[in-house]
């Protein structure tokens, strides 16, 4: 739909209004009975398009569809509230988030400020981090401190640490004190600890209750989380004795205790367990939920699987985003914080590429006598960093996933030398064919498929140890293998190539 100038639209504003004012006296009807078709024709039509014979319901289906967006903007721009309500109130709050960080950003704040009386609180677990901030200052501290106290303890707290220090301090003070207790208590422990994912809400009871007395309280309490499939047992310094799943419950007699009902192979995860860890522990227990304890061994929570979905994309991401060297952001990260996030590891590529110079001067008496060693000394290096590279991502990711330790890291290293020379002699064959073929020249035919099995040797060697040694430092090898991998590949593989063609041409 066209949109119009600010002339056109008081225009058509005025127009509405003697068309309202017409209609009341030709029909008597009041001005809750028009409808916004009456007021704003052209808007049926979006609505309602003959030509697609497409219905609002099948129109909304598509929330990011360019014609609904613009629907919702041209809602905005008009003051429509009516229209705008018809468009977004059968959204999924999923959905509803999606559409906000669609929108220009103008408008989204607009589409907050207008909906912020019917808006679901669990809009803010749905957001990214970068658009948390902007609902804080559009709802208010106030509504924005209510809204938190409606969400479960681990999406508040989640919510809470995407804010900056200042943010933070605020909202916090803002909550209720036993509420903001329990947040205070999840911050205090690392990011990306286990600690941070708990969720507060869970179903205590004690050992010595017989089932009839569970099942009373658990019809009489008004408390109760949203949804639990286990009764976790504690003593009353609230140590953890166990757990007792829901539907055993259900199956056992009336009078049995749940002290005999105590699962034996309970699950604990320590609260500074790391959350990679907690991912790990969850995939190979096949957990769909685990308690949380402290030092002393109480309880603080629980962890569930829905958590463990949200950290498995985010450690993926970030290990992704780490080994291209680019750190963890997106199109929405401020322009200064992508340009610091980015500059670093750039200026490893820019030493790589001064000591890869350095290394090419020291052979300029073999270059020159023959100059076809120039144009082909990237051949050689592009096929060992790409191998080092894909013998890196295998590393990093059995180390991710506890598939490659120590016990078997010199298997995995046999068998990436192993594929490293059969992809080296692959490779030396196609290349020696091409240099017989049109260059005609034997002797730089052996230089290409000596330097090119050699290369191809070092780049899976490197491609497992590099990632392998950075582990055991206690470093993220997803951080720094990449980059370590790119420069050693290069320099190394310059130094192979023309060292190789000094040694058979001098």
């Known amino acids: 739909m066209a949109k119009k100038s600010d002339r056109d639209q008081l ?42 014979s497409e219905s609002l319901g099948d129109y909304k289906s598509d929330h990011l569809s360019s014609q609904f967006i613009d629907s919702v903007i041209q809602s905005l721009e008009w003051g429509d509230a009516q229209y705008l309500q018809t468009l977004t109130e059968d959204l999924h709050v999923a959905d509803l988030a999606d559409l906000i960080e669609s929108l220009p950003t103008p408008f989204q704040a607009q589409l907050v400020q207008r909906s912020k009386d ?39 707290l989640s919510v809470i640490e995407s804010l900056d ?19 205070e208590h999840g911050l205090s422990y690392p990011e990306d600890s286990a600690g941070r994912l708990v969720q507060q809400e869970v179903v205590v009871v004690p050992p010595f209750w017989s089932v009839e007395q569970t099942l009373s309280y658990l019809h009489k309490a008004t408390d109760l989380p949203d949804t639990f499939d286990n009764l976790y047992i504690v003593d009353p310094h609230y140590d953890l004795k166990g757990v007792v799943p829901l539907n055993r419950l259900l199956r056992a007699e009336k009078s049995e205790k749940l002290k005999d009902m105590i699962e034996d192979r309970l699950k604990s995860i320590p609260a500074t367990m790391d959350q990679k860890e907690v991912a790990y522990f969850f995939r190979h227990y096949s957990l769909v939920s685990a308690p949380v304890v402290d030092d002393q061994g109480h309880l ?6 829905d958590d463990i979905v949200d950290v498995v994309e985010e450690e993926t991401e970030r290990d992704v985003l780490l080994l ?10 401020p322009l200064f914080e992508t340009f610091y996030r980015r500059v670093g590891w750039l200026s490893v590529t820019l030493i790589d590429a001064l000591l890869t110079t350095l290394v090419i001067d020291l052979f300029r008496e073999s270059i020159e006598r023959m100059v076809l060693l120039a144009v082909l000394m990237p051949v050689v290096s592009a096929m060992s960093g790409n191998a080092g ?17 120590s016990q078997n890291i010199v298997r995995a290293l046999y068998k990436e030398l192993f594929v490293g020379g ?28 000596g330097a090119m099995v050699f290369n191809m040797l070092w780049a899976a060697l490197a491609g497992v140890l590099i990632p392998w040694f950075i582990e055991q430092l206690d470093f993220d090898p997803a951080v720094a293998s990449g980059p370590i991998l790119v420069a050693l590949t290069d320099v190394i593989g310059y130094i192979n190539f023309l060292g190789f063609a000094t040694w058979i041409l001098l």
């Open 11 to 52: 225009d058509v504003r005025k127009s509405a209004a003697k068309h309202v004012e017409k209609a009341q006296e030709a029909h008597g009807r009041s001005s809750k009975d028009v409808s916004s078709s009456d007021i704003y024709p052209e808007r049926s039509a979006v609505a309602s398009n003959s030509s697609s």
């Open 389 to 405: 590279m894909q013998a890196v991502t295998i590393t990093v990711r059995g180390l991710a996933t506890r598939e490659l330790r």
């Open 324 to 333: 291209a060297g680019v750190g963890e952001t997106d199109f929405k990260t």
């Open 300 to 305: 603080l929570g629980i962890i569930t699987a």
């Open 165 to 183: 220090p200042q943010q933070q301090r605020a909202v916090l003070k803002a909550i209720p004190a036993p509420e903001r207790a329990g947040l």
């Open 118 to 156: 019917a808006l679901n609180p669990e809009l803010l677990i749905y957001l990214s981090e970068n658009t948390r901030p902007m609902m804080l200052e559009t709802l208010g501290l106030k509504a924005f401190s209510a809204a938190l106290t409606e969400l479960d303890s681990d999406d508040a």
């Open 422 to 449: 059969l992809n080296g002699l692959f490779f030396a064959c196609l290349v020696i064919m091409v240099a017989f073929a049109y260059l005609n020249d034997p002797t730089l035919a052996i230089i290409l498929a």
